[in-house]
């Protein structure tokens, strides 16, 4: 073991600034008037852009730290600028979200931050331990973050399901790490990789290990059959939360995945890669279907999360199957969920804003006839809505482009068919709630008051994001790949 | 492999067989005279008062918790205390922030009034 150096510390600078900002909001949050609490949010967020200013920073110090559990790495530098980008997106929606609904307490943005720290360590772990630590700090700010609305029953049953079922799923990943440790001797992916691929090395309840190590990740990214919590504690969280939820343990475990699953248990070729496969199928086909049916919006965009992340393992399967290639089905993973960030987040903080006080207007029915008495709220809410659904000139289009074409590369004929067929399905009930603001005459229940302007700011800050990537995808694909190119 | 862990199963195997077994013997062999003081719950010695189960405040939970919280958080101090030595300042600098950020947690909670056991 070497000693710790500066050097280390350099390399986790982005966690470090998250949790001393977190620490400085929660300390001050009992000495700040009740007038002031909005000044904890602009702290907040000038910690996630200090946050941000580290990342680029240390882009110059990167390699390993802590002794090989940390790697500061382009892939870690990816998705720390992806899941900064969700957690100031949540927060500038979060402002008067909080206000109107009375629970505007300063812990609010600190969870929020520590939830931000816990992805971050997730995605710069190479070592199982700190993997299960990082998902444990984003976890546990979570869950408290799901029952912020104290006094609302949803939110409460949100809290509650969420905790217990996630806590039982991180058992899952435990116990499979454990069994990794039992069967190979070590948790470093590095080192696990050099055992696993020595000739003759071939751990008799290896595929054990990978099975419950796959349904614990499987539970936090809502795979099929893993995703009986999804629309419950989607639907019932605070809407704000559900926009971060949505996003940043999911694609933080998304990138744990990567790492584990295709770096440190590569070898481990068929299985992974059936295991991929018809979680793929199931997730893709199980979330369009059960959208279709949905009437309540958070509901029917629970499904929808469920369904993309059908399509995100549609290209893990792809980049399993390419073998030595995987790094075109690898980065098209990335520029998706890069895509299903900027999507997501504002398409949730919208609806928290549609919903009014108290999130009573969730409804498609409640929209009725919104775009004659807000026409750019419901302009808004379309365009996100298309290109959820991956319109062309939109960043939906080219992150569903990319990996169908990786897939296709990778032979994944079959698997590719069923995808496209899912995307013409999952156009119903997107435009469903298009049909209700355009097509219906009627008063809106929804909220029609104007937008707050942090609120404005983050949705126009992602449509730019989503037309930029949906016009001009060449120089974000060029960063997805080099993001993609420590992994093997 | 599979053969590291047949001690595990040797284990288990004797001590289920030695744990049922003092059960069974006791059961079957042990003379059983109950009386009134032999069937009340054991309370480390002193006599018990009424019902347990009544309400008390939730205060006394979250001092309970906290309590736990910062007990176990201060097992850390031992294995840091033992290898002080040669660890030097950055030892000490290390746990320097971690008391720190204890602090600033105790800090929290007593401004928001969870250790005022009368609010």
């Given at each position: 073991?070497?000693?710790?150096?500066?050097?280390?510390?350099?390399?986790?600078?982005?966690?470090?600034?998250?949790?001393?900002?977190?620490?400085?909001?929660?300390?001050?949050?009992?000495?700040?008037?009740?007038?002031?609490?909005?000044?904890?949010?602009?702290?907040?967020?000038?910690?996630?852009?200090?946050?941000?200013?580290?990342?680029?920073?240390?882009?110059?110090?990167?390699?390993?730290?802590?002794?090989?559990?940390?790697?500061?790495?382009?892939?870690?530098?990816?998705?720390?600028?992806?899941?900064?980008?969700?957690?100031?997106?949540?927060?500038?929606?979060?402002?008067?979200?909080?206000?109107?609904?009375?629970?505007?307490?300063?812990?609010?943005?600190?969870?929020?931050?520590?939830?931000?720290?816990?992805?971050?360590?997730?995605?710069?772990?190479?070592?199982?331990?700190?993997?299960?630590?990082?998902?444990?700090?984003?976890?546990?700010?979570?869950?408290?973050?799901?029952?912020?609305?104290?006094?609302?029953?949803?939110?409460?049953?949100?809290?509650?399901?969420?905790?217990?079922?996630?806590?039982?799923?991180?058992?899952?990943?435990?116990?499979?790490?454990?069994?990794?440790?039992?069967?190979?001797?070590?948790?470093?992916?590095?080192?696990?990789?050099?055992?696993?691929?020595?000739?003759?090395?071939?751990?008799?309840?290896?595929?054990?290990?990978?099975?419950?190590?796959?349904?614990?990740?499987?539970?936090?990214?809502?795979?099929?059959?893993?995703?009986?919590?999804?629309?419950?504690?989607?639907?019932?969280?605070?809407?704000?939360?559900?926009?971060?939820?949505?996003?940043?343990?999911?694609?933080?475990?998304?990138?744990?995945?990567?790492?584990?699953?295709?770096?440190?248990?590569?070898?481990?070729?068929?299985?992974?890669?059936?295991?991929?496969?018809?979680?793929?199928?199931?997730?893709?086909?199980?979330?369009?279907?059960?959208?279709?049916?949905?009437?309540?919006?958070?509901?029917?965009?629970?499904?929808?999360?469920?369904?993309?992340?059908?399509?995100?393992?549609?290209?893990?399967?792809?980049?399993?199957?390419?073998?030595?290639?995987?790094?075109?089905?690898?980065?098209?993973?990335?520029?998706?969920?890069?895509?299903?960030?900027?999507?997501?987040?504002?398409?949730?903080?919208?609806?928290?804003?549609?919903?009014?006080?108290?999130?009573?207007?969730?409804?498609?029915?409640?929209?009725?006839?919104?775009?004659?008495?807000?026409?750019?709220?419901?302009?808004?809410?379309?365009?996100?809505?298309?290109?959820?659904?991956?319109?062309?000139?939109?960043?939906?289009?080219?992150?569903?482009?990319?990996?169908?074409?990786?897939?296709?590369?990778?032979?994944?004929?079959?698997?590719?068919?069923?995808?496209?067929?899912?995307?013409?399905?999952?156009?119903?009930?997107?435009?469903?709630?298009?049909?209700?603001?355009?097509?219906?005459?009627?008063?809106?229940?929804?909220?029609?008051?104007?937008?707050?302007?942090?609120?404005?700011?983050?949705?126009?800050?992602?449509?730019?994001?989503?037309?930029?990537?949906?016009?001009?995808?060449?120089?974000?694909?060029?960063?997805?790949?080099?993001?993609?190119?420590?992994?093997? | 492999?599979?053969?590291?862990?047949?001690?595990?199963?040797?284990?288990?195997?004797?001590?289920?067989?030695?744990?049922?077994?003092?059960?069974?013997?006791?059961?079957?062999?042990?003379?059983?005279?109950?009386?009134?003081?032999?069937?009340?719950?054991?309370e480390c010695g002193s006599v018990p008062v009424g019902n347990a189960r009544e309400r008390?405040?939730?205060?006394?939970?979250?001092?309970?918790?906290?309590?736990?919280?910062?007990?176990?958080?201060?097992?850390?101090?031992?294995?840091?205390?033992?290898?002080?030595?040669?660890?030097?300042?950055?030892?000490?600098?290390?746990?320097?922030?971690?008391?720190?950020?204890?602090?600033?947690?105790?800090?929290?909670?007593?401004?928001?009034?969870?250790?005022?056991?009368?609010?």
């Amino acid at each position: 073991m070497t000693p710790v150096q500066a050097l280390d510390f350099i390399r986790v600078l982005p966690e470090i600034v998250l949790a001393s900002c977190a620490i400085l909001v929660m300390v001050a949050e009992p000495f700040v008037s009740a007038r002031h609490t909005a000044a904890l949010a602009w702290v907040s967020l000038i910690g996630i852009v200090a946050a941000g200013a580290g990342n680029a920073w240390m882009r110059r110090f990167s390699g390993p730290a802590f002794g090989g559990s940390i790697a500061a790495d382009p892939f870690a530098s990816y998705f720390v600028y992806l899941l900064l980008l969700a957690a100031a997106l949540t927060l500038l929606g979060s402002v008067r979200y909080l206000e109107t609904n009375q629970v505007h307490h300063g812990e609010f943005y600190a969870l929020l931050l520590l939830g931000t720290t816990g992805a971050c360590l997730m995605v710069a772990a190479t070592e199982l331990i700190m993997i299960f630590i990082g998902l444990e700090i984003s976890s546990i700010s979570t869950y408290i973050l799901a029952g912020f609305r104290r006094a609302d029953k949803r939110s409460n049953e949100a809290c509650l399901k969420y905790f217990l079922l996630g806590s039982f799923a991180t058992a899952f990943l435990l116990y499979g790490i454990a069994f990794i440790y039992g069967l190979t001797g070590t948790t470093n992916l590095v080192q696990l990789s050099e055992k696993l691929s020595a000739p003759g090395a071939r751990p008799p309840l290896l595929w054990i290990a990978l099975i419950l190590a796959f349904v614990g990740l499987g539970f936090k990214v809502s795979t099929v059959p893993f995703h009986i919590w999804t629309p419950d504690v989607y639907q019932g969280a605070p809407a704000p939360v559900t926009a971060f939820l949505s996003v940043a343990p999911k694609a933080a475990a998304f990138a744990v995945i990567l790492r584990v699953f295709l770096g440190g248990l590569a070898s481990a070729g068929a299985l992974v890669f059936w295991l991929l496969w018809i979680s793929a199928l199931l997730t893709m086909c199980l979330g369009n279907l059960a959208a279709l049916w949905q009437t309540n919006i958070k509901r029917l965009l629970a499904y929808s999360a469920i369904a993309h992340a059908g399509y995100v393992l549609v290209g893990m399967a792809a980049a399993k199957a390419a073998g030595p290639e995987a790094g075109e089905g690898i980065a098209s993973v990335l520029f998706y969920l890069a895509a299903y960030a900027l999507m997501n987040v504002a398409a949730f903080i919208l609806v928290a804003h549609l919903a009014g006080a108290g999130e009573r207007y969730q409804e498609a029915d409640d929209c009725t006839g919104l775009a004659y008495q807000r026409p750019g709220v419901a302009a808004c809410l379309t365009l996100l809505l298309v290109s959820l659904s991956g319109f062309p000139a939109t960043a939906g289009f080219f992150a569903k482009f990319y990996v169908f074409r990786a897939a296709i590369h990778a032979h994944l004929i079959g698997l590719t068919l069923v995808a496209v067929l899912n995307s013409v399905v999952a156009v119903y009930y997107y435009l469903r709630v298009v049909v209700a603001m355009y097509m219906r005459e009627g008063n809106p229940r929804a909220s029609a008051s104007p937008l707050p302007w942090p609120l404005g700011a983050a949705l126009a800050l992602s449509l730019v994001g989503i037309f930029y990537l949906g016009l001009f995808p060449t120089p974000f694909v060029r960063l997805a790949n080099l993001a993609a190119s420590p992994l093997p | 492999m599979l053969r590291d862990y047949l001690p595990i199963l040797v284990q288990l195997i004797a001590v289920s067989t030695v744990g049922a077994a003092i059960l069974a013997v006791s059961a079957w062999v042990g003379k059983r005279r109950p009386s009134r003081e032999k069937l009340s719950p054991y309370e480390c010695g002193s006599v018990p008062v009424g019902n347990a189960r009544e309400r008390f405040s939730i205060s006394f939970y979250l001092v309970g918790m906290l309590f736990i919280l910062f007990d176990v958080e201060a097992v850390f101090l031992y294995p840091w205390a033992v290898v002080y030595k040669s660890l030097k300042w950055f030892g000490f600098l290390e746990m320097f922030l971690y008391i720190l950020v204890l602090l600033a947690g105790y800090l929290y909670i007593w401004k928001k009034g969870a250790l005022d056991w009368t609010r």
